[in-house]
């Protein structure tokens, strides 16, 4: 798409053509009949021209003229008992990858990053990946049963659990497999698709530990845990013991201060901060102490990342540092030149974010962002950096840094290691190309 | 085995069987549970022991020594019985995968399982099936027992998981047309998995404290020189996911760039019947086996159309089909029932292909 018509007045947003032009106008524009977009300017500056007598317009109708939300009564309390976004939010939804997955029982809906704020991820926005379709489970008919190499094998009601200790923490939770369409070459447009298998939510449950400790867990031989789903595909995965010991693993039955959503396994999951999604086992059913791996599904013939040998790495679990910008990011157009508030997320699987660095010369300078509070260890943490830009060609890139030093990766440096065939653990700095034009593109430059 | 002994961290040591009565002495815990989130103890009447019924009815995991294997056997012709009636549908025939699931089979070969690894692993065209990259058999009995059939888990007897097993396995040329696999004999055949050594652990992404594959350095100024744009969004791509002016907010300093002939604000609100109708397919899993033009696994919308036009029993029969699933009218692969649908929803949908899946 070629540049939009600059505004008179130079350095005013000029609002996007789908905002005030006509269907036939639009068609127009979409064709690729660009011409007729700057007549279209022409022609709306000059009525408006022509409306004041030809003298300078004494203002905008929305403030001049009474709009109807300030001249009725507006809606009752309650008329939506469970609060809605706005009807013009509506483009902000999950959405699916087409062709990434063969049946969307078994596959992935995208968080629209491109358009979230701060570092909570709203409910109804947390990206979906099932196994076998979700279930909304009976929590009357909920239990959890801890077995295996515990004193007392124990069957807990969701009351039960309910009344025990709580913590509530904010962390994230990304998939494994997040950009993981990247590892060769581009290949999604837009930051919801190359990097929306990621949310971060107030969590609340009770710490695993707590439990395994009230049931007398065999503290030397039992050093994994089985954490296993109640829905269809029985999800299974291990989890190291020494994370658990850690106290930050949660029998989660809060998020973001409602129950958790069907679709993030009502009515009880897993948390397991800074290990990629799969391991936060949904519809929660049982936890096994035991004294080796489980060797499932999900860890033997998916999970596993290939290796340039032929091997396959097993168990790579911890996310590490990444991050990367929002806004601007792919699939968008800047609508003029001048200031921008550069904003994006950055999170580690291994702590804190201590920095990030923005670049927008493709990585050959850099200035570091300010960073929002609060930052928490493996949350996601907001970054926002202001940024003039001349209407050149530019390549945009965030690069995080973590409290144990760890610098975030370029593409190149993890192929040289991983070469091109794994799909999980892609943690590259992502670099959004902005043209001439305004628009910004997803490219992988280093 | 060995490679189990990998996973046992820094300096901890197994115990062995004799001093299971010291792991459940009452020592304080010696970790973060110390920070007085618990007061364990106050806890009585809170959790019941479970009951040995309900361990068994639940605790259904097998592990790669075996643990929790259930006494039974199979034959892989048995296998194949069960596989031509419930399996086929989304796997394909010979698991070399359908529009449902990637391919189970194919990629080994017999060098393989003297070598323990898949060397098709180290072809970049070469599709990853299940079996190249199998280390476990246990992975594969547990997993048929625990998930499969997809839209019916659970629903296999032991020595039918046995049977899929010992087919999957001859299909993936680790086992002979003739073979039963039984808990006898699976540690035989575990030492026959082509990739029984294909796994490692050599990484530092199991532990927090692990070591990174890359440290890249935070240079600040004149960093890369000459830098590249070694890889763009292909052309191609650019629409592929719809219009991308609609998947971003319509106010604030940017807009979703528009990728498509049909523009935000023009859509209709309503979708069209065509649209309306293949939501309701996606919903109840028609569309992995069926397309509106082209056969796939199942007859194509248009085919049914013109095979039953003029039968005025078509709607009854075509509803019951879709309600309680079937089999042999268009081969022999059976069409589940469509679960997820309502009785209104199954003879929406069946009206629209009747009436040959209008727009």
Redesign the interface.
Known sequence: ?SALPRAALPGR?QR?P??FLQ?AQ??E???GRRGFLRSAFAAAAGLRLAGAARAQPPGEEVILRPQPWATSLGQPVAAFPYGQPSK??K??MR?E???LT????ASVAFS?L??MFGIITASGLHFERH??GWEDIDPSKHRL?V???V??????TMD?LM???S?SRIHFIECGANTGMEWG??????V??THGMLSCSEFTGV?L??VL????Y???????V?A?GGD???M?RTI?M??V????VLLAYGMNGEMLRPENGYPLRLVVP?VQGVSWVKWL??I?V????????DE??HY????P??????????Q?AKSVIT??S??????DKGF??VSGIAWS??GKIK?V?VSS???????SARLETPVLSKALTRFNIGWVWDGAPA?LQS?A?DETG?????I???R???GT?SIY?NNAIQ?W?VAQSG???????? | MSRLTEFLHGGLRVCASGCTALLFSVAPPAHAASENVAQVGDWKGIGRAATPAEVRAWDIDVRPDFKGLPKGAGTVARGQEIWESKCATCHGVFGEATHVFTPIAGGVHSEDLKAGHTASLLKPTEARTTVMKLSHVSTLWDYINRAMPWNAPRSLSIDEVYAVTAYVLNLGSVLPDDFTLSNENVAEVQARLPNRDGMTMDHGMWSVKGKPDVRNVACMKGCAVDVKVASVLPEAARPAHGNLADQNRTIGPVRGVVTAAQVAGTAPAVPSQGVAMLQLANKGACLSCHQIETKVVGPAFREVAAKYKGDPKAFATLIAKVKNGGQGIWGAIPMPPAQSLSDEEIGKLVRWVLDGTPQ
């Open positions: 798409m947003l996007a789908e905002g269907p639009i068609r524009v979409a064709a013009y939010e483009n902000l959405r990858s087409p062709g063969r049946v969307s029982a629209p491109q358009g196994h076998q049963m077995n295996g190499l004193k007392q094998e124990t069957v807990f039960e009344r025990l200790p913590v070459n581009v290949a999604v447009p837009t919801q698709y710490r530990i707590d400790d009230h049931l007398g065999d503290r030397k031989k039992g050093r994994y089985l296993e269809g595909s029985g299974t190291p020494e994370l010991e850690s106290g930050e800074g059913r049982r096994e035991g004294d080796m791996p489980y060797a499932t599904k033997t013939v596993v990342d290939l290796m040998n032929g091997q396959l790495r097993q168990y790579t679990s911890i590490e806004t601007p792919g699939g968008q157009m800047l609508l921008y508030n699987g291994r920095r660095d010369d493709g990585g050959r300078n850099w200035r390549i690069r840094m760890y610098v975030q990766p370029k190149n440096q993890l040289a290691v991983r065939r653990h670099s190309q628009e910004v593109s997803n490219v992988q430059a280093y």
